[in-house]
């Protein structure tokens, strides 16, 4: 899977949105971006994918540059709950292996 | 959504013994199913994925005899970490991939915290 590169940690004011940054400049056609979250001594949980159009769900919404070679996870308000680990994941639709890799992500900090 | 168990949540043991954690698939049946590592403050790591019937498949540096795994039906595996030490000390995740739209997301335990004495 392509690598992608996120900033080490963000801070943000609960109930104000936050805009997670990813950068996948050698992202192929047919790599989709995945989004997880880990929070504190927990495993993983999904948060949201897309390939080249704009998504929204219940968790978040992702935008996708037009170039695939950024995407932002938008969280639409912060709360204290949200402060977790975020980790933005190219997947290969044909991946086999069907594993995740994963980067660094980032630290999201919610303050009250 | 489907639901990944892992049991047990956290564990002590002393040096030398083995230990057992349990993923089980609660409402999904799974031929495959990936095992994670993860040290403080680190990304996760992948050990190993199991195969429902047949042998797993060790990452590079991932030795199969200290970890071994057990995948007998489609709905649980297993992760025996043997003879323990305390550089196995560590954070120990399974997951399930679930098809969506073509993309497999995976869908994550909430992780077996092992601290070997």
């Known amino acids: 899977d392509a690598k992608t590169t996120q900033p080490n940690s963000m801070e943000s004011n609960e109930e104000e949105p936050v805009h997670l940054p990813c950068n996948h400049s050698?992202?192929?056609?047919?790599?989709?971006i995945h989004w997880y979250r880990q929070l504190p001594s927990q495993g993983p949980e999904y948060v949201i994918h897309g390939l080249t159009s704009n998504v929204n769900n219940r968790m978040a919404s992702l935008a996708i540059a037009e170039d695939r070679k950024s995407s932002t996870l938008i969280l639409h308000r912060a709360t204290l709950r949200d402060a977790a680990v975020y980790y933005c994941i190219l997947r290969a639709s044909f991946n086999a292996g069907n594993m995740l890799t994963f980067g660094g992500g980032t630290r999201l900090m919610v303050k009250p | 959504g489907a639901v990944v168990s892992q049991h047990p949540s956290r564990v002590i043991c002393k040096s030398g013994t083995s230990v057992k954690i349990e993923c089980r698939s609660l409402d999904f049946q799974a031929t495959t199913m990936f095992w994670y590592r993860q040290f403080p403050k680190q990304s996760l790591m992948l050990m190993a994925t199991s195969n429902e019937g047949s042998k797993a498949t060790y990452e590079q540096g991932v030795e199969k005899d200290k970890f071994l795994i057990n995948h007998a039906s489609l709905t649980l595996s297993t992760l025996t970490v043997t003879s323990a030490h305390p550089e196995d000390s560590s954070f120990y995740i399974c997951s399930v991939p679930i098809g969506r739209s073509g993309a497999n997301v995976l869908t994550f335990g909430a992780g077996s915290r092992l601290t070997v004495l």
């Open positions: 050698t992202i192929s056609g047919t790599d989709y």
